[in-house]
Structure formats: structure tokens, C-alpha cells
């Protein structure tokens, strides 16, 4: 394991480094928030092994102890699955973690960070943070927006998650200049279903094309990362409308009893987890292998073009 007074990087991940091989780089919220042990690390070990499987080194990012971890052993994943009371760590808070030796999954932008420290150009996820609905009282804006803005690593997701406001959260991207680009489809995906009712800003169908676009990016001097928006499988997707009834329900009881901040996306999403008999946990698994699929390829695509 190479390390030094903050950052860990796990061997298999130092050695691909070092040998120019493809690495992707996984967040952990969906570890230490996203569901139950011992499902999460369930979930977590068979997204390490696809990325494996398409050829590439997974890089699953936390914090634990005050240690910046870049890639997990077995052991420490299973820590970081059972961590009672851990953080949700963005920008704000990931170096607050660190110096008070704290423990926490980190978030798509705090992820970005540490990628962007150990050389990762890649991470998957499943779905971003955003504008949410109500912003304008609000504000409650995603720091995920800022950090696509200006780290520069490729983001693979099922596009903003759909509790957010997707019209909103675009309007944004495009204002700091994060390019958007749907995956083989001409709309955004709504993450749990394949299609929302937004046009996608950018289309491209392969993971050569997306490599060859940041590759380009590079060589104009532009800064800041690039949201890649992969729709669910067709064979695992939910109705959107189906959706939108269960989201609206979960916001408004999220208004009424005044939850706030960063405990808005997890409350919403163990609202609607209940409120689907599960199927929204099953469907955000499903899009979150097949995310981390499409990383490991552009992963090994932006490999290729430097060879």
C-alpha cells in the first residue's frame, strides 16, 4: 500500500497506476448510506468484481480513521459497511474527517477529490446530487455540481438522481460548462427509470467516443470533469410516472416533518425504498453494475489513446 501523511492507495490500485493500467474509482455513500449491511457490502464486492471483469483495477474511495482511502481491502470494506454513525463526506467536510480521525463514506464530489489525488480519471456512481425541488427557498444545492465543474475526471452515472429538480440541475451544469452526455440515447435518464422528459445535451454511443471527447477537452486547456448519463438496463428500470407518485409522496412528508440538508437524500430515498416493496433498491443496484461497466471501458478506452 503506498500512502503518506493523508492518502492510502491500496496496492492492486498503485501498482495499475504505475503501469498505466485502467482504474475506476467507486464513491462510498452507497456503502455507509445507501442500504443495510450486509447487503452493502454485498452490493460493493460484485461491483469491484465487474470492473474486474471488463479488464480494469475498481478503486472504491472512504475514509476511515482520518485515512483517505483510494481502493478497500476486503477487511476494510466490510468496517466501512457495519461503521455505525459514519459521515457523508462532500468538499466541506472530507478534510474535517481526516483531521479529526473520523470515519465516512464519501460523496460524488469528495470521490472527485481524492480520484483526482491518486491520478484516477474515472469514477462510477449512481446518480449525482443536484438542484433540489424547492431550491429557489431553499437553496439546497449539491457541492457534486461545483466539483464536476472544476476536477477534472470523467463522472459515469444514471444522471441526477430523480428526487432532484433534472431541469434545474442542467441549467446548472451548463452555466458552469460541465458537459452532459447521454450514453446511446437522445434524452437524460431519470436513474431509476431509463427516460425523463429532458432532451440530453450531448449523445455519444461509445466508450472510445467519450475518451476521445475528454481527450480533446485536455488538449484545449479546459478544465473540470464530464458527467457521462447511463440509463438503467430496459429489463430493470420502473415506470417514471410510476415513480413520480412515489417521489412527490416522499417529499412532502420530507417537508412536513422538516428534514433538511444532507439528511434530505437519504430520508427520500429510504422513503421510497418502502413506499416500492424494495424494487427502487433492486433497480438502483442494477443501475450502478451497469454504470460501473461503462466506467471500466471509458476507463480502458482513455488507456488505449495514451498508448
Excluded at 96 to 115: D, K, L, N
Excluded at 146 to 159: F, H, K, Q
Aim: glycine letters at 8%.
Amino acid at each position: 500500500m503506498r500512502s503518506n501523511n493523508i492518502i492510502d492507495i491500496h496496492a492492486p490500485v498503485a501498482q495499475a497506476l504505475a503501469e498505466g493500467r485502467p482504474v475506476v474509482a467507486l464513491e462510498s455513500t452507497i456503502i455507509t448510506h445507501g442500504m443495510p449491511w450486509p447487503r452493502n457490502n454485498e452490493m460493493a464486492s460484485e461491483v469491484e468484481a465487474l470492473i474486474g471483469e471488463e479488464g480494469a483495477v475498481p478503486a472504491t474511495i472512504a475514509v476511515i480513521d482520518g485515512r483517505l482511502k483510494v481502493g478497500l481491502s476486503r477487511q476494510e470494506r466490510e468496517r466501512l459497511a457495519q461503521a455505525k454513525d459514519p459521515m457523508k463526506l462532500s468538499r466541506a467536510d472530507l478534510a474535517f474527517a481526516i483531521a479529526e480521525s473520523r470515519s465516512g463514506g464519501t460523496t460524488v464530489a469528495a470521490t472527485m477529490i481524492a480520484a483526482r489525488m491518486a491520478g484516477i480519471a474515472v469514477f462510477a456512481t449512481g446518480g449525482i446530487g443536484g438542484v433540489h425541488k424547492g431550491a429557489e427557498t431553499s437553496f439546497d444545492i449539491s457541492a457534486d455540481l461545483d466539483e464536476l465543474s472544476r476536477t477534472p475526471v470523467i463522472a459515469v452515472s444514471a444522471g441526477p438522481k430523480a428526487i432532484l429538480d433534472t431541469e434545474k440541475t442542467l441549467e446548472v451544469l451548463e452555466t458552469r460548462g460541465v458537459p452532459v452526455v447521454a450514453y446511446g440515447t437522445d434524452r437524460m435518464p431519470a436513474f431509476w427509470s431509463r427516460h425523463s422528459p429532458y432532451p440530453a445535451p450531448l449523445r455519444l454511443d461509445t466508450a472510445e467516443a467519450i475518451a476521445r471527447f475528454q481527450a480533446t477537452r485536455t488538449a484545449l486547456g479546459i478544465d473540470g470533469g464530464m458527467l457521462i448519463a447511463n440509463p438503467v438496463p430496459a429489463d430493470e428500470e420502473i415506470d417514471a410516472d410510476t415513480m413520480a407518485e412515489h417521489i412527490a409522496r416522499a417529499q412532502k412528508e420530507a417537508l412536513d416533518r422538516g428534514v433538511s440538508g444532507k439528511d434530505v437524500t437519504p430520508f427520500l430515498l429510504a422513503r421510497i425504498l418502502e413506499l416500492t416493496d424494495g424494487a427502487s433498491l433492486v433497480t438502483n443496484i442494477a443501475l450502478v453494475k451497469n454504470n460501473a461497466r461503462l466506467a471500466a471501458r471509458i476507463a480502458t478506452a482513455l488507456t488505449a489513446q495514451r498508448t
